[in-house]
């Protein structure tokens, strides 16, 4: 499995503005790449090797294997759209590869080539980070966020083989309950939507008030509240992965892409849902679920909010209130329930078939 291991660099300020004047020659080559890659409609990496080249290294001063990672990622921008010229920030992110980085895991240093010569550069990071640059293979990138440099690097991760299931964990994703699982384990979210309600209702008075303090505010607030977010996100997907590990269990989860595009709510509601970070857990939950052995069942989740867990029968939401089913005795008092143990019901289902 591919993750990813990011580092803070601990930079001088003259550590600073070497990285930053590499990042905007090798930005600046790319834009000049990709303006030859427009113009002769030649998008491939070797055939725009051969153009742009030799170019490259005689009149921007970029040394070869960096002209090598421009080309690459000139490429690959024009593999996702080749309708309309592509552009590159000045500041954007550029890949280092072996060449041209070496890691010093032990000094927890880099070097790391610029336009001014190589220069070592310590790092800071977790012990998490840490563990998994032992396994860093492939290439890294140096991104710059808020005047400070960060290095991303691609580590190939070992994955078990699948443990056994003896059954499965249902889980239901929603927005007032973030995840609600077979067992009665509910997570709600009511902290993240204080905590997005509060944000939304200051960035409207910051921005109607557009001063120089409102705006510095702004700044200052940008990316805090996904932040939150994706912090809850990932210690619910480790609960309840540590919870199917230690039952030997797999999960099933409701597999709810496109359903911005399905469902019609109020006004009122419409930053509820697109602000809700389910795709996020649900990518969580399968890389961490991946890393424990444990198996994820995706699941329609068609009417599973209005479905008998016993005769799955389904029946609308008029007689769903009435908390009695026309088929079984079974009491519908909470529609969260019901689609987490139609959730189970079908991910053993699954289990059966497979």
Same mark, same amino acid.
């Given at each position: 499995m591919k993750l990813? %291991?990011?580092v803070k660099?601990?930079t *001088?300020?003259?550590?600073?503005?070497?990285?930053?004047?590499t990042?905007?020659?090798?930005?600046?080559? $790319?834009?000049?790449?990709?303006?030859?890659?427009w113009?002769?409609? *030649? @998008? !491939?990496?070797?055939?725009?090797?051969?153009l742009v080249y030799?170019?490259?290294?005689?009149?921007? #001063?970029?040394?070869?294997?960096v002209?090598?990672?421009?080309?690459?990622?000139?490429?690959? %921008?024009y593999?996702?759209?080749?309708?309309?010229k592509?552009?590159f920030?000045?500041q954007?992110?550029?890949?280092?590869?072996?060449?041209?980085?070496?890691?010093?895991?032990?000094?927890?240093? =880099?070097?790391?080539?610029? *336009?001014?010569?190589?220069?070592?550069?310590?790092?800071? #990071?977790?012990?998490? /980070?840490?563990?998994?640059?032992?396994?860093?293979?492939?290439e890294a990138?140096?991104?710059?966020?808020?005047? /400070?440099?960060?290095?991303?690097? *691609? $580590?190939?991760?070992?994955?078990?083989?699948? +443990? /056994?299931?003896? #059954?499965?964990?249902?889980?239901?994703?929603?927005?007032?309950?973030?995840?609600?699982?077979?067992?009665?384990?509910?997570?709600?979210?009511?902290? +993240?939507?204080? =905590?997005r @309600?509060?944000?939304?209702?200051?960035?409207?008075?910051?921005?109607?008030k !557009?001063?120089?303090?409102?705006?510095?505010l702004?700044?200052?607030?940008?990316?805090?509240e996904?932040?939150?977010a994706?912090?809850i996100?990932?210690?619910?997907?480790?609960? =309840?992965?540590?919870?199917?590990?230690g039952?030997q269990?797999?999960?099933a989860?409701?597999?709810?892409? !496109? +359903?911005?595009?399905?469902?019609?709510?109020?006004?009122?509601?419409?930053?509820?849902?697109h602000?809700?970070?389910?795709?996020?857990l649900r990518?969580f939950?399968?890389?961490?679920?991946?890393?424990? !052995? =444990?198996?994820v069942?995706p &699941?329609?989740?068609?009417?599973?909010?209005?479905? $008998?867990?016993?005769?799955?029968?389904?029946?609308?939401?008029? &007689?769903?209130?009435?908390a009695?089913s026309p088929?079984c005795p079974?009491?519908f008092l909470?529609?969260?329930t019901?689609?987490?143990?139609?959730?189970?019901r079908?991910?053993r289902?699954s289990?059966?078939?497979?």
């Amino acid at each position: 499995m591919k993750l990813c %291991a990011q580092v803070k660099l601990q930079t *001088t300020p003259e550590q600073l503005a070497a990285l930053k004047q590499t990042m905007q020659e090798a930005n600046r080559a $790319c834009d000049y790449i990709s303006s030859v890659a427009w113009d002769k409609k *030649t @998008f !491939g990496q070797y055939a725009l090797h051969k153009l742009v080249y030799q170019d490259v290294r005689k009149h921007l #001063g970029l040394s070869a294997q960096v002209s090598v990672r421009c080309i690459s990622k000139v490429a690959d %921008a024009y593999k996702l759209d080749r309708r309309r010229k592509r552009k590159f920030k000045s500041q954007g992110a550029i890949t280092y590869d072996d060449r041209i980085l070496s890691w010093q895991l032990e000094y927890s240093q =880099v070097s790391i080539w610029t *336009t001014s010569g190589r220069i070592k550069i310590p790092f800071v #990071g977790g012990d998490k /980070q840490r563990e998994l640059l032992k396994t860093r293979k492939g290439e890294a990138d140096l991104i710059l966020f808020r005047d /400070q440099c960060y290095l991303s690097a *691609t $580590c190939d991760v070992a994955v078990p083989e699948p +443990i /056994q299931s003896e #059954g499965v964990l249902g889980v239901d994703l929603g927005v007032v309950n973030i995840a609600v699982d077979s067992d009665g384990h509910t997570y709600s979210g009511k902290t +993240i939507n204080n =905590v997005r @309600f509060r944000h939304r209702r200051l960035r409207t008075k910051l921005q109607k008030k !557009g001063t120089r303090s409102a705006k510095r505010l702004l700044k200052k607030l940008s990316g805090k509240e996904a932040r939150f977010a994706k912090n809850i996100n990932h210690t619910i997907s480790k609960q =309840v992965v540590k919870l199917a590990q230690g039952t030997q269990r797999a999960i099933a989860l409701e597999d709810l892409s !496109g +359903i911005r595009k399905r469902v019609t709510v109020r006004r009122d509601q419409r930053a509820t849902l697109h602000s809700w970070s389910f795709f996020q857990l649900r990518m969580f939950l399968a890389y961490k679920a991946q890393l424990a !052995g =444990v198996t994820v069942i995706p &699941v329609d989740p068609r009417n599973t909010s209005r479905t $008998c867990p016993q005769c799955i029968v389904s029946i609308n939401a008029i &007689v769903l209130r009435k908390a009695n089913s026309p088929v079984c005795p079974v009491d519908f008092l909470d529609s969260q329930t019901t689609s987490r143990l139609v959730t189970l019901r079908v991910g053993r289902l699954s289990t059966r078939q497979t």
